[in-house]
């Protein structure tokens, strides 16, 4: 059996909002234009509309900053819902890793709002949604836009590994797509930047981070891990993903996920997709000392086909 990959949820991401006018207004559905003193946000000339998107202890809503004169995306996170652990480590780490990285298939940060009760990230708007939602409104994608996206992916990985960053949460939930269906990666929280020595040697990482369906082996049997190739091996997920609309591995038992994922990869027969796309996820999600790594993905046939 395989994952359906259905069930699974953005968790905090910025959803699918409503596709943008070519002239935006101000004048969003759900915001308040009263004569009540001025909240943080307005403060700030960030107006605030509808819930987008939802987790345990964020939401995301729609708004537009008159200062980029544009509609964007709030992440809000509640300080009272959020264990400390996210308020106090993961979630200044995400803020500082963000703050520093600018690149096409990355989500635009603007600025952070803190107040007693909560923390406001202020974002690009990603009009499409996830690639989750994509996904599974479209049943799978075409070979060749799946393609399109996982070069994408690719060259935001590529650049965030050269400026000494390891995501660890990469998952179709957080990607997210813009107006022009680009991708975009997401969710830093989980984010390390020190990841090397003064002599380029990789620390590596002893938590576990991210969703088990996209961890990789290593991580699920609880060693030290490369971030940087497993960060690779989510992203063979994703591929996977994309074109056959369903997830490689079961992540809701741990135990069989672990059996399953030592075993041979099986593909579904349909859809049809090519060999030469399989074999590429094959030399991704494979063991750690014999999986592809960036330059070798980047030139595979796969990637440079079309």
């Not at 989750?132 to 070069?151: G, I, T």
């Not at 490689?248 to 030592?262: A, E, M, Q, T």
Request: charge should be positive.
């Amino acid at each position: 059996m395989y994952d359906q990959i259905g069930p699974q949820r953005p968790s905090g991401s910025a959803g699918r909002a409503e596709p943008a006018s070519e002239q935006v207004s101000p004048q969003l559905s759900g915001i308040n234009r009263t004569g009540k003193p001025k909240s943080i946000l307005e403060e700030h000339g960030i107006l605030m509309g509808k819930v987008i998107g939802t987790g345990n202890y964020a939401k995301v809503k729609i708004g537009y900053s008159e200062e980029y004169g544009k509609r964007v995306a709030i992440k809000i996170i509640s300080k009272v819902k959020a264990p400390p652990e996210y308020t106090q480590k993961f979630l200044p780490r995400e803020i500082e890793a963000v703050k520093g990285l600018h690149h096409d298939n990355l989500i635009t940060f603007y600025q952070s709002i803190e107040t007693s009760h909560r923390v406001y990230l202020i974002m690009q708007l990603a009009e499409n949604g996830t690639l989750l939602d994509y996904v599974r409104d479209k049943k799978y994608l075409e070979e060749s836009q799946a393609k399109n996206l996982f070069r994408q992916l690719i060259s935001a990985v590529e650049y965030i590994h050269s400026k000494g960053v390891v995501h660890r949460d990469i998952k179709c939930e957080n990607l997210l797509l813009d107006e022009n269906f680009n991708l975009k990666l997401i969710d830093f929280g989980f984010a390390r930047k020190d990841t090397k020595t003064s002599d380029e040697q990789v620390i590596l990482s002893k938590t576990f981070c991210g969703s088990y369906a996209y961890a990789s082996p290593e991580i699920l049997k609880g060693v030290p891990y490369d971030p940087f190739l497993s960060d690779l091996w989510a992203c063979g997920v994703v591929c996977y993903a994309m074109v056959f609309g369903r997830l490689p591995y079961d992540g809701s038992n741990v135990n069989v996920l672990l059996k399953r994922i030592n075993s041979s990869l099986v593909f579904p027969k349909t859809p049809t997709v090519s060999n030469e796309c399989k074999q590429l996820i094959l030399h991704i999600l494979a063991p750690v000392k014999i999986r592809f790594r960036l330059e070798q993905i980047k030139e595979d046939p796969w990637m440079k086909q079309g």
